[in-house]
Nanobody, 114 residues
Framework: QVQLVESGGGLVQAGGSLKLSCAVS????????MGWYRQAPGKQRELVAS???????TYADFVKGRFTISRDNAKNTVYLQMSSLKPEDTAVYYC????????WGQGTQVTVSS
């Protein structure tokens, strides 16, 4: 049974930083392209960043230069380092496999105050 457990969210002032973690179990983590997604109230879930099995990364334009995705295959964990946070980054953040998505976890709330 696949489990995706996100953590590390919180309340931060604009310009601050947070590092999110997602612990994955029940799937061949190291072979999967993993992504971080977010969903703001009243909006669709959107892909923020992704990382392939060989650690190639892609970013949505709205986070380029501010967010960094990484992975640790030994720990079956994917990370999202977020810097220069803006109020519009406020959302629930989720991780999932990009090409063979699994049932979503509970996500972790990120709130950026102005």
């Amino acid at each position: 049974q696949v489990q995706l457990v996100e953590s590390g969210g919180g309340l931060v002032q604009a310009g601050g930083s947070l590092k999110l973690s997602c612990a994955v179990s029940g799937m061949l983590f190291r072979l999967n392209t993993m992504g971080w997604y977010r969903q703001a109230p009243g909006k669709q879930r959107e892909l923020v960043a992704s990382i392939t099995s060989t650690s190639s990364t892609t970013y949505a334009d709205f986070v380029k230069g501010r967010f960094t995705i990484s992975r640790d295959n030994a720990k079956n964990t994917v990370y999202l380092q977020m810097s220069s946070l803006k109020p519009e980054d406020t959302a629930v953040y989720y991780c999932n496999a990009v090409y063979n998505s699994k049932p979503w976890g509970q996500g972790t709330q990120v709130t950026v105050s102005s």
